[in-house]
């Protein structure tokens, strides 16, 4: 008995060490040339890893492709406590990115590159195969309403909710992924003269390397949905919670929100502090980012206060809106592609195709 025991606490032993090895190599290639978020999914991805190959006695680096394609139709077989699949194929490809990145910093060869393991993720998605559920666009129409309904005037609902328009007048005109809103800086954003802010993405998920992307969002016509005033709005904000609670309902509770003031004196700010911040449950902003799920419970509580249900929207309804409101209103796909960054005009038009499907289409002049 204690043979065993002590073999399991070897085992144990032998897993941690791995799971360090492993990490800190990923860890030493993220800093280099992987996003934040797709770092830490990586590690999380590592550790599940490492954790079946100790349980399965197989070496994990070098893993052969055996080992790697077991690992996969293992966990494609798991089920989750509502009897769907605990991963999904999306999950599973980032599993094995994840595994190659562990061996291309060790300079191994990838076992991901293997025909056995591609084989066996192509049977997995083949499998699985089913329509992907898209989170519904929110439109101009649907973010006006949403704007609307945020409280910006009492405390302290109102300091949050100076955030949240913020928040979401960015994600929409900016078509940011929620890991762009969470990752940016004070610094990040600069007011110009004419065409409203200049926004900086430092890094995104189809720019790994972090050659950055200079995003515009305009001045906008009404208050409401300006997002220049909502940023200075929030700057005041920031700056009055410096000084404590008296200040920042002194902000609140003499600002006109319908009246604009993105031209108005910024306040001054330390320029390395998060935008997007965590608030704290006095009333008060933190100095601490938002975390990417945040940034969807934010999208779905404010689309349950005008009546939408929140299932069927996330933080990429910001995203997905402002590509279909932007085709439906004639923007080319080059026009949209600019300001969302995105490399490959086929997955523009993914967006025509489900959620703008009359559009340049032949049955609107058939005459039915």
Same mark, same amino acid.
């Given at each position: 008995m204690h043979e065993l025991e002590d073999g399991r606490a070897r085992d144990a032993v032998a897993?941690?060490?791995?799971?360090? %090895?492993?990490?800190?190599?990923?860890?030493q290639l993220g800093e280099a040339s992987i996003a934040g978020n797709t770092r830490r999914a990586y590690q999380g991805d590592l550790r599940s890893f490492v954790a079946w190959c100790a349980a399965a006695g197989r070496p994990h680096l070098p893993a052969s492709p055996e080992t790697v394609a077991e690992y996969l139709a293992d966990?494609?077989?798991?089920?989750?406590? $509502?009897?769907?699949?605990?991963?999904?194929?999306?999950?599973?490809?980032?599993?094995?990115?994840?595994?190659?990145a562990a061996h291309a910093e060790q300079n191994l060869p990838l076992p991901g590159h293997s025909a056995l393991v591609t084989r066996t993720l192509q049977g997995i998605r083949r499998d699985r195969q089913r329509p992907t559920r898209q989170a519904d666009p929110l439109m101009l129409s649907d973010i006006q309403a949403v704007l609307d309904r945020i409280d910006v005037t009492t405390w302290p609902a109102g300091a949050a909710g100076v955030r949240d328009r913020l928040l979401l007048l960015l994600g929409w005109a900016?078509?940011?992924?929620?890991?762009?809103?969470t990752d940016l800086r004070v610094e990040d954003v600069v007011r110009h003269r004419e065409d409203g802010l200049h926004v900086r993405v430092r890094r995104s998920k189809t720019d790994q390397v972090g050659k950055g992307l200079i995003k515009a969002v305009p001045y906008g016509r %009404?208050?409401?949905?300006?997002?220049?005033?909502?940023?200075?709005?929030?700057?005041?904000?920031?700056?009055?919670?410096?000084?404590?609670?008296?200040?920042?309902?002194?902000?609140?509770?003499t600002d006109d929100p319908t009246v604009h003031v993105c031209r108005s004196t910024l306040p001054a700010l330390r320029g390395v502090t998060p935008l997007l911040r965590r608030m704290h449950k006095s009333g008060l902003p933190t100095e601490n980012p938002l975390a990417a799920q945040s940034v969807n419970l934010i999208v779905k509580r404010r689309v349950t206060a005008v009546g939408f249900d929140?299932?069927?929207?996330?933080?990429?309804?910001?995203?997905?809106?402002?590509?279909?409101?932007?085709?439906?209103?004639?923007?080319?796909?080059?026009?949209?592609?600019?300001?969302?960054?995105?490399?490959?005009?086929?997955?523009? %038009?993914?967006?025509a195709r489900e959620r703008?499907?009359?559009?340049?289409? $032949?049955v609107t002049a058939l005459g039915l």
């Open positions: 897993a941690a060490s791995a799971l360090g %090895e492993v990490s800190a190599a990923v860890v966990r494609a077989g798991l089920l989750n406590t $509502a009897g769907g699949w605990r991963y999904a194929p999306s999950t599973l490809a980032r599993a094995l990115a994840a595994i190659n900016g078509a940011f992924r929620r890991s762009e809103l %009404e208050p409401l949905t300006c997002g220049p005033c909502a940023w200075v709005r929030w700057l005041r904000i920031l700056a009055a919670g410096e000084e404590g609670r008296s200040a920042v309902m002194r902000v609140l509770f929140p299932a069927r929207y996330s933080a990429h309804s910001l995203r997905a809106g402002f590509v279909t409101e932007a085709l439906r209103q004639g923007a080319t796909t080059h026009a949209v592609m600019r300001q969302t960054g995105h490399r490959s005009a086929a997955t523009v %038009e993914t967006y703008d499907p009359l559009t340049g289409n $032949a």
